[in-house]
Every structure is written in C-alpha cells, then in structure tokens.
C-alpha cells in the first residue's frame, strides 16, 4: 500500500478500509424481536495529510459514527481503521494514549462538551495536565496562545470565566482551543456550528481554516450542509444511510454531482432570491419507506426519483470513476447528471 500511495503522490493521514458498524438495539418491551441498526455498510475512504475532508449527509446517515469510530470512542464491527499506516483499532494502553495525543474531536454541542464546573482555563490545560506535558508557566503560556488563536482577545478576559459565562459561539471557540492544545496531527469537526447563527458560524470556519492553515492540521468536517462543506473543504464524500454515495474534489461534487442523492441535496439548498422553502426537497427526493428497506440494491433506491430500474433494486453499485478523482456510487449517473442543478447559487447558510 505505502508503493501504491508514493506512485499516485498520495500521503494519507487517515483510512478507512471497508468499516461497518452495526450497533445492537435491544428488544422492546413487549418482546419485539432485536433489530441491527446498520450505520455504516463498507465504508472506505482516505483523508490526505493537510486537507480538509467533508463528510455530508441528512440526519441519521452515519456521519457522527465515523467520526467517533475514527477517533477511538468506538470501534467499527469490521474493516480498519488506519493512521500514518498503523491500524488502530486493536490500539490499548500506552499505544492508545499516544493515539490520543495525535487525534481530536470537535463535537456538536459545546454545553455538553464542556464541564459546566471547569474554568476555561483548566478546560483547555487538562489535556496538557493528564499527558503531563510541560509546568505552570509553560502551561500557561500554551494557553493564553490557544486561546488567541480561536479570537477569544485578550485571553486574561476569558481564562477564568465558567461555560454559562460564555456564548454560544465563545464556547465553541474555548472547545476549538482544547481540541488543539496538543498539537494534533488529524481533528474530526462534528457539526461545530450547527448550533451557532449563520455569521458566528463563517467565523468559527475561518478559525479552522486558519488553524488548518497555521498548524498544518488534517480535518474531517461533519456536516448535513453542502453549502458549508464547499466553503471548507478540499473534498467531499457523500453518505446516504451508512453508503458512500459520491466523493471527490468539493468543487467537482458540487458543480457536477453524478448521483441522484447528491443533486438533490444540491438542489434543496437555498438559492439567493428563495427562503429555501424545504418542502422542495420532498419534489426531489421521495419520502424514505421503511417497506422498501430489505432489497438487495442500492441503499438509495427506495427514494430514487432517477431510477426506476429493476437493476438498481438488485444490484449494489459500485463507486467507479466519473471523472478526475470524482468517484459516484450509481448505475446511472449520467441521468442524474442530465438535471444537474445550479451550484453556482448555493449560499452559505448553516
Ligand atoms: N449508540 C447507538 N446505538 C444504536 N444506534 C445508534 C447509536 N448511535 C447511532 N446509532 C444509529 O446509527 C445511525 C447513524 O447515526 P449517526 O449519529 O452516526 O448519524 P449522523 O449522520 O451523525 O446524524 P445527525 O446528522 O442527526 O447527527 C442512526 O440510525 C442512529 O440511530
Ligand atoms: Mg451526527
């Protein structure tokens, strides 16, 4: 693999080599027999060193998963997961603690990310206290400098404030600071600001791309918007129920979207002029049909409004090459390309 990757000039941070998890749900309690929620069905993709990699898809879609699968708060049913090369899944003790150091999150929700009883300033120094990396001057110096580089100016303001003393946006910065104080290498960004407006939202992704910029970080971005993982991200992979659906350079899934799925995402952002009236996501996409689940074809299938054909329904397609680096996982991606939408006036909402 290491031939491979220095022939094609590639230098991959991260892998993932054909990952499923499927978690275990337990019976209800009137006996209803257990059903596996399948979150990820042979996902495989590499995130190279120094981009930004978008994942992107509606709610339920398996983005969170592979985002926690990747920084070791679970661990995938099969496939491997790999960094620099080494695979981490078996990854215990030492190995696991030194993995640690090398790989953050950003998540989601800042109140639940942050201890409401902690001071910004141990919030951001505890990862320095449990790797017992350098003393209390150096600490705080380490500090103060995370908290300049996520805009939280002067620093002395905020390091002895509590979270509720915060905003939203202020809150997701002192999280940005904590994930970097150890200078990793790779960071997975989960939603960092589907809870923030759309103005603090653009400055939370300037901070990450400055940070990306400044300290040479690797990222996957997480996110149910097109429009945001345009702006941010050198490629984006497109998930649907578990499946990879499309990946390649984010301008080129955009603009050119070969797969049914993706053009309706595409289609359903809002556009200068419109309010983004959401019910035209339902002309484009059908409505999912829990009765259509159980076919053995393409996961999109059941709400393919391209595809009527009995291949699909049988056949799981492959992702094969639509053009340079452009990667789509349909049968028919040529039809989806026929109504292919306007990028060009997607906007940035969050
Ligand atoms: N611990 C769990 N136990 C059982 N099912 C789970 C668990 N965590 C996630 N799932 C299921 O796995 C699927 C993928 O969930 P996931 O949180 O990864 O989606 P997501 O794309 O991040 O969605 P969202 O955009 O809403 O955050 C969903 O069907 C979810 O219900
Ligand atoms: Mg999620």
């Known amino acids: 693999m290491v031939e491979n990757m220095a022939d094609s000039g590639e230098d991959t941070v991260i892998e993932l080599d054909g990952i499923d998890k499927i978690y275990k749900t337990k019976g209800t309690l009137f006996g209803r027999s257990q059903k596996d929620v399948v979150a990820l069905n042979q996902v495989s993709f590499r995130i190279q060193r120094g981009e930004i990699f978008g994942l992107v898809g509606e709610s339920g879609s398996g983005k969170t998963t592979a985002g926690r699968l990747i920084v070791r708060l679970e661990d995938p049913s099969r496939g491997r997961i790999l960094l620099d090369d080494e695979d981490i899944v078996a990854h215990k003790g030492k190995a696991l603690k030194r993995f640690r150091r090398r790989v953050q999150m950003i998540f989601q929700d800042p109140y639940q990310s942050l201890n409401a009883q902690i001071s910004v300033f141990d919030t951001i120094a505890e990862p320095l206290v449990i790797h017992k990396i350098g003393k209390g001057p150096e600490r705080r110096a380490a500090v103060s400098q995370a908290v300049k580089s996520v805009g939280l100016s002067p620093p002395e303001e905020f390091l002895h404030r509590y979270p509720h003393q915060l905003s939203g946006g202020q809150r997701q910065r002192v999280a940005i600071a904590r994930a970097m104080i150890l200078n990793p290498e790779f960071v997975v960004a989960d939603e960092p600001t589907s809870m923030l407006d759309a ?152």
Do not use: W
């Not at 996501?281 to 059908?286: D, H």
């Open 199 to 350: 103005s603090i939202s653009a400055q939370i992704f300037n901070i990450l791309l400055k940070i990306r910029e400044d300290m040479n970080v690797t990222m996957l971005f997480i996110t149910h918007n097109l429009a945001a993982a345009r702006y941010l991200c050198d490629r984006i992979g497109v998930i649907y129920r578990g499946n990879l659906m499309e990946l390649g350079p984010a301008e080129s899934v955009i603009r050119d979207p070969r797969h049914p799925y993706t053009q309706a995402l595409i289609d359903a952002l809002p556009k200068f002029g419109d309010c983004g009236d959401i019910r035209h996501y339902g002309t484009l996409i059908k409505a999912h049909n829990e009765d259509a689940d159980g076919h053995t074809g393409c996961a999109f299938f059941p709400r393919c409004k391209v595809s009527h054909r009995i291949r699909c329904s049988r056949e799981v397609p492959p992702l094969a090459e639509v053009g340079e680096s452009h990667l789509t996982a349909c049968f028919y991606a040529e039809a989806a390309d026929a109504a292919g939408p306007d990028a060009d006036a997607c906007y940035l909402g969050t």
